[in-house]
């Protein structure tokens, strides 16, 4: 009885292996989209509900500091800008599904900020990856700026990606943790008022 206990015991740990070995066989193809739409804490929770998305990750890019902080980009000192690390499901969603997504979530009339927050670190913008996501994100941009409900130009910036700095823990997931906290923040910052203004209700 002892021995048969100690080989369960020993062999437990392959069967996990093996399982998991399995599921990453059958696992779907991702990809991945760097956003910025100001506060990633919002742009992070309109992605992580769109069907198809495998996760989104806040995080800071574009600046000239190693490793910042929180407070270091918050500053504006750093040249990063508060960005979202979408990946998704390449089975389920393409990169121009993503960037469709992206614009009624953001304000793009302004490049000084968005919503209640001001300055270059909150600024709108599409980081580009590769020579494809470029091409995409130009036929994205001249796709909106034709179809906008708006006469405002357009204020996005397309950049080359380069680092990408995951954000604290505390910001993963913050409308998870901290939901009164968040939605008392989108509200008091009249982020979806402003949208609805710019794109429409929503559907």
């Not at 941009?141 to 204020?155: D, G, H, Q, S, Y």
């Given at each position: 009885?002892?021995?048969?206990?100690?080989?369960?015991?020993?062999?437990?740990?392959?069967?996990?292996?093996?399982?998991?070995?399995?599921?990453?066989?059958?696992?779907?193809?991702?990809?991945?989209?760097?956003?910025?739409?100001?506060?990633?804490?919002?742009?992070?929770?309109?992605?992580?509900?769109?069907?198809?998305?495998?996760?989104?990750?806040?995080?800071?890019?574009?600046?000239?500091?190693?490793?910042?902080?929180?407070?270091?980009?918050?500053?504006?000192?750093?040249?990063?800008?508060?960005?979202?690390?979408?990946?998704?499901?390449?089975?389920?969603?393409?990169?121009?599904?993503?960037?469709?997504?992206?614009?009624?979530?953001?304000?793009?009339?302004?490049?000084?900020?968005?919503?209640?927050?001001?300055?270059?670190?909150?600024?709108?913008?599409?980081?580009?990856?590769?020579?494809?996501?470029?091409?995409?994100?130009?036929?994205?941009?001249?796709?909106?700026?034709?179809?906008?409900?708006?006469?405002?130009?357009?204020?996005?910036?397309?950049?080359?990606?380069?680092?990408?700095?995951?954000?604290?823990?505390?910001?993963?997931?913050?409308?998870?943790?901290?939901?009164?906290?968040?939605n008392l923040y989108r509200?008091?910052?009249?982020?979806?008022?402003?949208?609805?203004?710019?794109?429409?209700?929503?559907?």
């Amino acid at each position: 009885m002892r021995l048969f206990t100690i080989l369960i015991i020993l062999l437990a740990p392959l069967g996990v292996l093996a399982g998991q070995k399995q599921a990453g066989d059958t696992a779907s193809n991702t990809e991945t989209a760097i956003l910025a739409g100001g506060c990633f804490w919002c742009t992070e929770a309109d992605f992580e509900k769109l069907d198809g998305v495998v996760s989104a990750v806040s995080g800071y890019a574009g600046g000239h500091v190693k490793n910042p902080t929180y407070e270091q980009v918050s500053s504006g000192t750093t040249g990063h800008i508060e960005v979202v690390k979408v990946t998704y499901d390449t089975d389920k969603l393409g990169y121009t599904d993503i960037l469709d997504r992206f614009w009624p979530t953001i304000d793009p009339t302004r490049n000084d900020g968005q919503f209640c927050d001001t300055g270059p670190q909150y600024r709108p913008a599409i980081f580009y990856q590769n020579d494809t996501q470029h091409k995409q994100a130009l036929a994205s941009i001249k796709k909106t700026e034709k179809t906008k409900p708006f006469k405002a130009p357009l204020k996005v910036e397309l950049i080359k990606a380069g680092q990408f700095y995951p954000a604290e823990d505390y910001h993963q997931d913050y409308y998870k943790k901290n939901p009164y906290r968040y939605n008392l923040y989108r509200y008091g910052c009249r982020r979806d008022a402003r949208l609805e203004e710019l794109w429409g209700k929503a559907p």
